[in-house]
Each structure stands twice: as C-alpha cells, then as structure tokens.
C-alpha cells in the first residue's frame, strides 16, 4: 500500500489521501496501544491511539501523548482528528472534560493561532490527566463550526491506558 501513497498523493493531494488512510484506519474495531517514537535524537514520544464515534456517529481519531525531551517539563496533549468537511474545529476553543461525577475540567487549545487542518483539535491535557480518577470513563466536549456540539465518550479502559501512558517514564 506504501508504493501507491506517492502517486495518489500527487493526483489526489493530501487532504484526501488523508481521508482515504482514515477511512481505513476507522472502519477497523477499536482497539488501543501505547506507541513509542523518538521525534529526534534525545526527544522521545510516547502516545495511545484509539478510533471512536461521538454522539452523531462520526468516527474520530483520540491521540494522547507526552513528549519527553531532556531538560523541559513532560506536557500532555490530546489530539482529536475528525474526517475533513465533517468535523470542523472552531479555534480557539477549550475542551471540556466531563468526569464520572459531574465535574467539569477545561483543556487549552493548542492551536489557538492556527491548525494544521479544520479537522484537527489539539489541547493541552497535562492539567486535566493529572486530575482524572483511574475510574473515570470522562466524556469530552467542544463546539464545532456551525454551533454543534461534538461529545465523544472515552471507554474506561482508554483512560485506564492514557493513566498508564502519564506513569510510562
């Protein structure tokens, strides 16, 4: 399938090879696994990855990481990717955090000066893990473009897997 990226990336652009990788990674059960990279020589990445359906139905990629980079503090983010022209971000926006008793916790947008794409919602979570329960089965919300409401409910044993990616090294 890697031979075939360059060709259609030419013909299509990026944007819908984007789709069409999503599409396939989407379609696949959900499942999730902590992921290691090193992003360059001394800075390492670990994230978990999982596929999920908000309330409508849309399917979106959750991504927590944390960076590691020797002599700055370790920051967690949480990046929701949606399918383009479907899931539209408004910037800047918070997230919110809803947890299992009502409590509401505020994320910042990343992307407050600009994001990559509309499809693409990235928030500072280092605050918000610190304080979710290893119990917690939180549900996330934000506005999307055109005034709707994006609430995207996170299984118990995803935010059990983001409490084992924050005590990862």
């Not at 819908?16 to 499942?31: E, G, R, Y």
């Not at 280092?126 to 409910?153: C, F, H, M, N, Y």
Request: charged share 15%.
């Amino acid at each position: 399938m890697l031979c075939f990226i360059v060709p259609i990336r030419r013909l299509l652009g990026w944007g819908v090879l984007l789709f069409l990788l999503l599409s396939q990674i989407l379609t696949q059960p959900a499942w999730a696994d902590l992921r290691l990279h090193q992003d360059a020589p001394g800075v390492m990445r670990y994230h978990s990855q999982q596929s999920l359906r908000d309330a409508s139905g849309n399917a979106l990629q959750v991504v927590l990481f944390k960076q590691i980079t020797p002599g700055k503090p370790t920051q967690f983010h949480l990046r929701l990717v949606g399918f383009p022209g479907i899931v539209e971000f408004l910037h800047p926006q918070r997230l919110e955090v809803i947890t299992n008793s009502g409590q509401i916790l505020t994320a910042v947008d990343v992307y407050a000066e600009g994001a990559p794409a509309a499809s693409v919602g990235e928030y500072n979570f280092t605050e918000i893990l610190a304080k979710l329960s290893p119990k917690d089965a939180p549900t996330l919300a934000v506005q999307l473009k055109g005034a709707r409401p994006l609430s995207l409910k996170i299984p118990k044993s995803l935010a059990q897997e983001w409490q084992l990616l924050a005590d990862q090294p």
